[in-house]
């Protein structure tokens, strides 16, 4: 059962454009959302995170929308750059769960062409 | 701070043989948690360590084991190895208490192959 999905596995974007990725959750026990970018050979980088009690959360280029009633997130990145180009996931969880749970989306593989 | 570190990185084992992946979290962190990447099944989560007890562990056989030492380092272990049991794993390690708990730090991982 996943309960996390990211229906789309690429998106291509031309630089200085807006990307888009889009994440679907099943679980409505959720209340904590967080986005992570990950190069080949590295491990997932935290970027941003948004609780359940807001439907907005930004930092620099990168802004993730929170909607709950369609179970629904995504992460904007204006202006999106070369170096943006990365697998991104979506990762939900408990905020007071006990024990670092982080249910993951498949990822979604963003490619920023100058 | 440095980083969150794994070692080794890179492993080949045989089928039924054991093995054992090594995580050290970044300095002050204590909570160290398990997961296994693979291309079909996204990123799993595999166990939880928090001063040296286990307090989450997700839906994967008893082969999969772990531990944590007193300096917060943990070691898990693989028994018995499956051809199926060819995955990245990674180590992620996060602050005690509070939000911050859940923000976690992943290392580079361990690329295990099974033959």
């Known amino acids: 059962d996943q309960q996390v999905k990211q229906n789309s596995p690429s998106l291509s974007v031309q630089e200085g454009r807006i990307s888009i990725l889009n994440c679907d959750y099943t679980n409505s026990m959720f209340d904590y959302f967080l986005w992570y970018k990950k190069y080949p050979a590295e491990g997932p980088t935290f970027l941003i995170s948004?609780?359940?009690?807001?439907d907005k959360n930004e930092d620099g280029r990168f802004t993730v929308f929170l909607n709950k009633s369609a179970k629904h997130l995504s992460l904007h990145i204006v202006p999106s750059q070369p170096g943006d180009s990365a697998v991104y996931f979506c990762a939900a969880t408990w905020i007071y769960n006990q024990g670092g749970k982080l249910i993951f989306g498949q990822g979604t593989e963003l490619s920023v062409k100058p | 701070k440095a980083g969150v570190t794994q070692t080794p990185r890179y492993l080949i084992k045989t089928r039924g043989q054991q093995v054992t992946l090594s995580c050290s979290p970044i300095s002050g962190h204590r909570s160290v948690s398990w997961y296994q990447q693979t291309p079909g099944q996204g990123l799993q989560f595999l166990f939880e360590y928090f001063s040296e007890t286990q307090r989450n562990k997700g839906n994967f056989p008893g082969r999969f084991s772990g531990r944590q030492f007193s300096n917060s380092r943990s070691e898990m272990n693989v028994s018995t190895l499956e051809l199926g049991d060819s995955a990245l794993y990674l180590c992620a390690s996060s602050p005690a208490g509070g939000r911050g708990e859940l923000e976690q730090y992943f290392g580079p991982g361990t690329r295990l192959t099974v033959t």
């Open positions: 948004i609780s359940s009690i807001k």
